[in-house]
């Protein structure tokens, strides 16, 4: 599998974070289980967004005319079945799953990103697990992650020139030109939407120990998505103290 393309390129941004948030070895969350999930379910809104299919409109997220990839639709068909809009954060605990993510996991295992692990056998119960198994596909975003918070452009694959040094149109360069900037712009976005969520979820500094926590942090607080993660987080460790406390 290549680095660069059709793997680490082809997923979206629920199995890039999945894909980080879990252990390469043994397949388990590097993050509690309730923080991947909540996670996953703003990644999903992300993901959404940066394709068009959603937007939000004031404090509610709203459904637009455009599809999304078919491994999202069910998520915005849900959205545009809703009789009214919900805010970010709400949508975020009624998307937080397990099924969820074992959709998203199952998705890269048919990739050969991952594996999957553990099965019932002669009455007993492994619990599934999902190692890695092709380590190109994560190398590509963390060095894309890398780059971006060092302040360098992403690596892109450029194209050599012919051989026999002939001159393509002016028109074609001009239109190929705008492309790769436009390509390379979406590459960037996708990849300070990764950021956030990944500060959002708590692993991001443990990933990249010298990221800039106070960017991080203000990136996080100002990405919709990534907001709505901080959020539900919250809300879900307040009850955790109070249940605690009785």
Do not use: C
């Amino acid at each position: 599998m290549n680095a660069e393309a059709p793997a680490a390129v082809n997923l979206n941004l629920p199995q890039q974070f999945l894909l980080l948030a879990t252990n390469d070895k043994d397949g388990k969350p590097e993050v509690p289980l309730f923080a991947l999930r909540t996670t996953v379910a703003g990644a999903i809104l992300a993901e959404l967004d940066l394709v068009g299919a959603i937007e939000l409109q004031g404090k509610h997220i709203r459904a637009t005319g455009s599809a999304a990839r078919d491994d999202l639709a069910p998520e915005l068909e849900l959205i545009r079945g809703k009789s009214r809009p919900h805010t970010p954060a709400r949508w975020v605990s009624i998307m937080e799953g397990r099924a969820q993510v074992h959709r998203i996991y199952e998705g890269m295992a048919a990739l050969g990103v991952v594996e999957h692990v553990g099965e019932r056998h002669l009455a007993r119960f492994r619990p599934v697990r999902y190692p890695e198994r092709d380590h190109e596909a994560e190398a590509a975003i963390l060095n894309r992650i890398e780059s971006t918070l060092s302040g360098a452009t992403p690596t892109t694959v450029v194209p050599e020139p012919a051989a026999d040094g002939a001159a393509e149109e002016p028109a074609t360069q001009s239109d190929k030109a705008q492309s790769d900037t436009a390509q390379a712009g979406a590459q960037k976005t996708r990849t300070l939407a990764l950021i956030a969520l990944l500060e959002a979820a708590g692993l991001l500094h443990k990933l990249f120990p010298d990221a800039d926590r106070n960017w991080a942090s203000g990136l996080a607080k100002d990405y919709w998505p990534a907001r709505a993660v901080e959020d539900e987080l919250r809300l879900i460790r307040l009850a955790e103290e109070e249940t605690a406390m009785l």
